[in-house]
């Protein structure tokens, strides 16, 4: 069964860094483009982070970049968000998920989301 | 980037009644629409990609038509396990979500 497994999350004081990890079992790993979502509490969905299949292209929305760093690795089948410099507005819930099915169209495999609280 | 508007915010109604929900984007997006139902605690579910395509396993009681600029998610008779926050989403410049609707149970 397509499985994503997140981890990595917790509570981390202003300005500091946490790096998560989301680790896929049963799927096709290394063939898919993987993407962060977020979800602050009691707001919506907001896209993070976007990697190409092989890990050469990675892109980001605007009130992540240049704090957040997206990566992979297709040996382990694991993808990573390292967030540095984070903010209180970085509070979330934090889900890896794919394009599995609907490439370009829809994310149809989730993960069950890891907490990222970021408090003093 | 591509703003999504989702209406109504809320939308109160009974099992068995049609729910009509609604997402305008502030330039067109062709067909790359996609429509998701989150329950409390759970991660996300897609319903609907491609604007009018189920997804895997999606009952036929959900429908998504539209294209441009203006889609609509139908539920043509409602479920009790229907009731929850229904967002839309855009993939024709990276992504970007609506604010949501949610479907609660009158």
């Known amino acids: 069964q397509l499985q994503l497994v997140e981890s990595g999350g917790g509570v981390v004081q202003p300005g500091r860094s946490l790096r998560l990890s989301c680790a896929a079992s049963?799927?096709?790993?290394?063939?898919?483009?993987m993407h962060w979502v977020r979800q602050a509490p009691g707001k919506g969905l907001e896209w993070v982070a976007l990697?190409?299949?092989?890990?050469?292209?990675?892109y980001y929305a605007d009130s992540v970049k240049g704090r957040f760093t997206i990566s992979r690795d297709n040996s382990k089948n694991t993808l990573f968000l390292e967030m540095s410099s984070l903010r209180a507005e970085d509070t979330a819930v934090y889900y890896c998920?794919?394009?599995?099915?609907?490439?370009?169209?829809?994310?149809?495999?989730w993960g069950q989301g890891t907490t990222v609280t970021v408090s003093s | 980037e591509i703003v999504l508007t989702q209406s109504p915010a809320t939308l109160s109604l009974s099992p068995g009644e049609r729910a009509t929900l609604s997402c305008r984007a502030s330039?067109?997006?062709?067909?790359?629409l996609a429509w998701y139902q989150q329950k409390p605690g759970q991660a996300p579910r897609l319903l609907i990609y491609?604007?009018?395509n189920r997804a895997t396993g999606i009952p036929a009681r959900f429908s998504g038509s539209g294209s441009g600029t203006d889609f609509t998610l139908t539920i043509s008779s409602l479920d009790p396990e229907d009731f929850g926050v229904y967002y839309c989403?855009?993939?024709?410049?990276?992504?970007?979500f609506g604010q949501g609707t949610r479907l609660e149970n009158k």
């Open positions: 998920a794919s394009e599995f099915r609907y490439p370009n169209y829809g994310l149809d495999v």
């Open positions: 049963a799927f096709p790993f290394s063939s898919f483009a």
């Open positions: 990697i190409s299949f092989d890990g050469s292209n990675q």
């Open positions: 330039q067109s997006v062709t067909n790359y």
């Open positions: 491609a604007a009018s």
């Open positions: 989403q855009q993939r024709s410049d990276w992504i970007t």
